[in-house]
Each structure stands twice: as C-alpha cells, then as structure tokens.
C-alpha cells in the first residue's frame, strides 16, 4: 500500500511539527526555526499533492465499482456488460435481466467501499453497500433497498473487469442470490 492512500496522518504530523518550529521561532526569533516551519509546511502541501497526482490500482477498482453504479442507475446495459469480463457470459446475462426487471434510481449511494489488492494486484475484491430507491419495471412497486455486494475484479487488457459478483445479506453477510429479495 502506497503511504499516501490516506495522507491526512503525513499532514498532520508536518504541520504540528511546522506548528512547533514556528512557535519556537516566535519566542527566539531564529531564522532557523522559520525556516524548518516552511519546511514542515511544504511537506505536508507536498503529500497532499503526492496523494492527489498517484493512483493506486485500489482507487482504480473504487472509481470503477461508483461507475458501475453510475452506469445501472442511467440503465446504461452496453457500459454494465463492458465491465464485465467477456470470459463471463453467466453473469452478463444475469446483469442484462437485473437491469431489465428494475429501474435504479438516482438516489443510490455506495457506503461501506473498500477493496483488497490479491494475486500480485492483478485482483481486487470490492465490498460495499448500495443503498437507495429501486422500482421493479412492469408493476408499479417502487421501495428503498439495502444491499451489500462483494466483487471481484480482474486486470483484463488494462482495464478492471468484473469476474464475480456476490450478494451478501445486508445483516449477517451470509452470501444469498443475486436478483433474490432481501428478508430484513
């Protein structure tokens, strides 16, 4: 894991330390003190930068499952069945139909997203929640679902692509069917 994933630690220690110096150099009035306060300073504006400007596969996999989901609440069907791996007719034929029997509405969120690196990070596992408003096409049934997925995505011609997706109970995690109806 690249030490800047999460920054704000780096930060937060470059400026106490920057904090330190410069209340250091305010009872001294060293010109050193000053000086190594900057310092502290563009160290931490420096690991934000460095954060901002490189992306790890893992954030790679975290932009490309709020795609995902960006592509089923427009029912955009080509772009859901592009994330999936061509080696995996199975499940495009399963995404087809889930998204044929309902319309995802804009006011899904995704909580709970983290994701872990396996097989050299050539694979990642993403596991999160998905919760908002789902109405069923052809009846007029429209309800908020909780839902908590795990997916499994793969390096295929330098793109993330998905090779196994599993419904978990929102609840007890226990894996259920993908187009089954929670009981919670």
Known sequence: MWFTENPWPVVVICLIVAAIFAARAIQTGLGRNWLLAGLGVLLAVGTYLAEQSIITPAEEVERRVHEAIDYCIEGDVNSVLGMISEGQPGMRALAMAGLSMADIHDDMRITDLNVRMTAQNSR???????????????????????????VTWQQEDGEWRIVDITRLHPINGEPMEVLRQSET
């Not at 596992?125 to 908590?148: D, E, K, L, Q």
């Open 124 to 150: 990642a596992i993403s596991h999160f929640r998905a919760n908002g408003t789902i109405s069923a096409g052809g009846v007029s049934m429209t309800g908020h679902a909780t839902t908590r997925w795990e």
